[in-house]
């Protein structure tokens, strides 16, 4: 299937376009949360508030975090669109903005009195901008004179190009980028100051929750809380905006509710889920708990809003951000001070969210037990390629029916033609890391067990899969763009990475593809 202009067009086409960019952004950010969680160890510990305070090694912590973190950024944006290469170029535009920002903040507090001066504002937007952009405009530059280079010149040129094009896109980054950056910056943050001051914060809940469940927590967390919050704490030590989106407590609420009061493969997949969730920090595992009853966002939304107000009211705040959001990371990060304001935070969302849940879900229980057996009939198309290549059916094969994936063909429909031989399994997510980490070793062990050999189970982010995947298991949100980057393969959403019927019907198929070969 060829991605046109039409996918915005339909249901959903939207929400793939953003969870996209939000998989952009936290490709830059998530490889470089080591050095978050060092900048905030340095923190904890040498600053004047800190456990230990040391004057000489907290001198440490002011650089790191105004050149060190947006330039590792700006690498990682650079090198993602175009290699090392690009990474290089990327983190010299960057540094301009730096440079650039810093000028414009002096010029300003040349004309403030010394009590109203403004903070250094760090480059990690000017930074996303500008790593990818750099990286992008050299690739372009490169292609111009591809193969036209006479032989023995051709390091001449590419030294020579990227250092003069970084020159170029620093200069970039040092008028327009950082002149927009700082505006950004300080617009964004005059909003944040004004929901604090006015104690609105919690209303940011109403927003935060549903873009989650629809996997577009990447686009705020990574885009917009995070930078925020770094400049926050880099001025005051600490920020309450960490906790926004990594407050586990909401998802662990939900998922109680599930154990208790859900009925069939949810209530039975609830306590692993929940002990994930909360300790893993792998907040995915209960989005597709909220996208079967959606209803159930309200919950989501009165416990983020509980967990924002008691931090408003104490004085709960991290000193750098919670990745992943587990509750072991958000206690390590808690500001000195602080921890029972976060720890009772976390207690009484989980607890809202768990009432909340639970009415509603008391309240459907008849309904819901009347709707179980309906199942939907995508997984069907899969099969009779399958039966077709053959040229006869099987009971392993009949007994598939029902389940949940298809062939990605032109226009999204089931495909014509031979379905190819089931010998790479890919698991794919939004980061390639937790929750596809997490059904990838379900399948693995169960195709272990069903003694199989020649196939291979890994777990990749979207954005990464390739021509080599034959299947692709991706959560019921995530399929659309799982599809476009690799349309040949065939396809199975679930709604559980955990426990889904749906890799028992898997194990089947390959294993009837094995007996009739």
């Not at 944040?192 to 967390?221: G, M, Q, R, Y």
Request: charged share 15%; proline share 4%.
């Amino acid at each position: 299937m060829t991605t046109t202009s039409a996918e915005a067009k339909r249901p959903g086409g939207a929400r793939v376009h953003v969870q996209r960019f939000g998989t952009f952004l936290s490709g830059m950010i998530m490889p470089n949360i080591p050095a978050l969680i060092a900048w905030g160890i340095f923190t904890a510990f040498f600053i004047a508030v800190g456990w230990t305070p040391n004057a000489d090694l907290a001198t440490i912590v002011g650089p790191f975090i105004h050149y060190l973190l947006p330039i590792l950024i700006g690498y990682t944006g650079g090198s993602m669109v175009y290699g090392i290469r690009g990474g290089v170029v990327g983190s010299i535009a960057t540094f301009g903005a730096i440079a650039g920002s810093d000028l414009l903040i002096a010029q300003v507090n040349a004309t403030l009195p010394e009590d109203n001066q403004l903070g250094q504002i760090h480059m990690f937007i000017g930074a996303m901008i500008l790593g990818p952009l750099a990286a992008w405009t050299m690739k372009r530059i490169d292609s111009i004179w591809e193969g036209k280079v006479r032989a023995g010149f051709e390091m001449l040129v590419n030294m020579f190009s990227a250092g003069i094009w970084g020159f170029v896109m620093a200069i970039v980054g040092f008028y327009p980028v950082a002149w927009l950056v700082n505006g950004i910056m300080n617009a964004l943050s005059g909003a944040v100051n004004w929901l604090v001051e006015t104690n609105l914060l919690p209303l940011t809940s109403v927003i935060i929750e549903p873009a989650k469940v629809l996997f577009l927590n990447n686009a705020i967390n990574h885009g917009v809380l995070t930078p925020l919050g770094l400049s926050e704490a880099a001025q005051d030590g600490s920020s309450i905006l960490f906790l926004l989106e990594a407050n586990p407590g909401p998802g662990v609420g939900l998922l109680l509710a599930f154990t208790f009061f859900g009925i069939g493969a949810a209530r039975a997949s609830a306590p692993g889920a929940a002990v994930i969730q909360f300790f893993g920090g792998i907040h995915e595992v209960y989005f597709p708990f909220a996208l079967m009853k959606p209803i159930l966002i309200v919950a989501l939304i009165a416990g983020g809003m509980t967990g924002v107000t008691t931090n408003m009211l104490l004085g709960g705040a991290l000193r750098a951000p919670a990745a992943p959001g587990s509750i072991i990371a958000v206690i390590a990060q808690t500001a000195p001070g602080a921890y029972l304001a976060v720890i009772l935070s976390v207690v009484l969302s989980a607890a809202v969210t768990f009432a909340i849940s639970a009415v509603i879900l008391r309240a459907s229980r008849k309904r819901d037990l009347e709707a179980m057996a309906v199942t939907d009939d995508a997984f069907g198309a899969a099969i009779t390629q399958t039966e077709a290549a053959k040229g006869k059916t099987s009971d392993a094969l009949s007994n598939l029916r029902g389940g949940a994936a298809t062939q990605a063909g032109g226009g999204g429909g089931p495909a014509t033609g031979t379905m190819r031989e089931i010998k790479n399994v890919v698991f794919a997510c939004d980061a390639g890391m937790g929750s596809s980490a997490m059904g990838a070793s379900v399948l693995r062990n169960k195709i272990n067990k069903a003694g199989i050999e020649d196939v291979t189970v890994v777990n990749k982010a979207i954005a990464n899969l390739d021509s080599s995947a034959d299947l692709v298991i991706t959560q019921n949100q995530l399929t659309e763009r799982a599809r476009h980057q690799t349309p040949d393969a065939v396809h199975i959403s679930v709604d559980n990475f955990m426990n889904s019927p749906r890799y028992d019907e898997v194990v089947e198929l390959i294993e009837a593809q094995r007996e009739d070969r």
